[in-house]
């Protein structure tokens, strides 16, 4: 099956850009400890972060003394580090928010196509800081979670939702072993 486009290269060239700005793709630096968890609850042996950007998840996650977990970076403004990779957890953390809308759902399927066992995914609903280089917002998806949670529904099943400063996040896993599965606050 050929891969569906994710992004555009217009758009792709507008993130590579923004990705010179030090301050711009920080986010994961604030999840790593809830990653960390994770990786521990869940026993995960890799991690895919989808929207790597500079791999300040894995840095973090490094300081965090997280061991013996592969890391597999992804992002279309860095094609360096290679298409995505399927792992136990597939982080994708302050992404959603920046596709393009008429990509969504490719970038979903994406997602649950490299999805082995969990998955961790943050989104912010509001408004970004920044501003991408044609004036737009850098959140071109500025939408609450009754509209996002539907959607995730279709490619995951949410197992945790938690809220957080300015979005939420959630746990998920593949529709189909969701059934069985230990909710993060039990495992």
């Given at each position: 099956?050929?891969?569906?486009?994710?992004?555009?290269?217009e758009y792709r060239r507008q993130q590579q850009e923004l990705h010179r700005n030090p301050h711009y793709g920080v986010a994961s630096i604030g999840y790593a400890p809830i990653v960390k968890q994770l990786v521990e609850q869940f026993g995960a042996r890799s991690i895919s972060d989808y929207g790597a950007g500079k791999c300040n998840l894995k840095r973090k996650l490094d300081e965090?003394?997280?061991?013996?977990?592969?890391?597999?970076?992804?992002?279309?403004?860095?094609?360096?580090?290679?298409?995505?990779?399927?792992?136990?957890?597939?982080?994708?953390?302050?992404?959603?928010?920046?596709?393009?809308?008429?990509?969504?759902?490719?970038?979903?399927?994406?997602?649950?196509?490299?999805?082995?066992?969990?998955?961790?995914?943050?989104?912010?609903?509001?408004?970004?800081?920044?501003?991408?280089?044609?004036?737009?917002?850098?959140?071109?998806?500025?939408?609450?979670?009754?509209?996002?949670?539907?959607?995730?529904?279709?490619?995951?099943?949410?197992?945790?939702?938690?809220?957080?400063?300015?979005?939420?996040?959630?746990?998920?896993?593949?529709?189909?072993?969701?059934?069985?599965?230990?909710?993060?606050?039990?495992?």
């Amino acid at each position: 099956m050929e891969a569906r486009p994710t992004i555009t290269e217009e758009y792709r060239r507008q993130q590579q850009e923004l990705h010179r700005n030090p301050h711009y793709g920080v986010a994961s630096i604030g999840y790593a400890p809830i990653v960390k968890q994770l990786v521990e609850q869940f026993g995960a042996r890799s991690i895919s972060d989808y929207g790597a950007g500079k791999c300040n998840l894995k840095r973090k996650l490094d300081e965090l003394g997280v061991k013996g977990v592969e890391y597999f970076p992804y992002d279309p403004a860095f094609p360096e580090y290679g298409p995505p990779s399927p792992a136990d957890l597939v982080c994708c953390i302050d992404v959603l928010e920046h596709i393009e809308p008429d990509y969504l759902d490719n970038v979903l399927g994406e997602l649950r196509g490299i999805l082995r066992k969990y998955a961790f995914l943050t989104i912010h609903t509001g408004a970004a800081r920044k501003v991408l280089s044609d004036g737009r917002n850098a959140h071109l998806i500025q939408k609450p979670r009754s509209w996002w949670l539907p959607i995730l529904s279709k490619y995951f099943e949410v197992i945790h939702l938690q809220g957080s400063a300015g979005g939420f996040w959630v746990v998920a896993m593949p529709r189909s072993e969701a059934l069985d599965a230990p909710s993060p606050e039990s495992a």
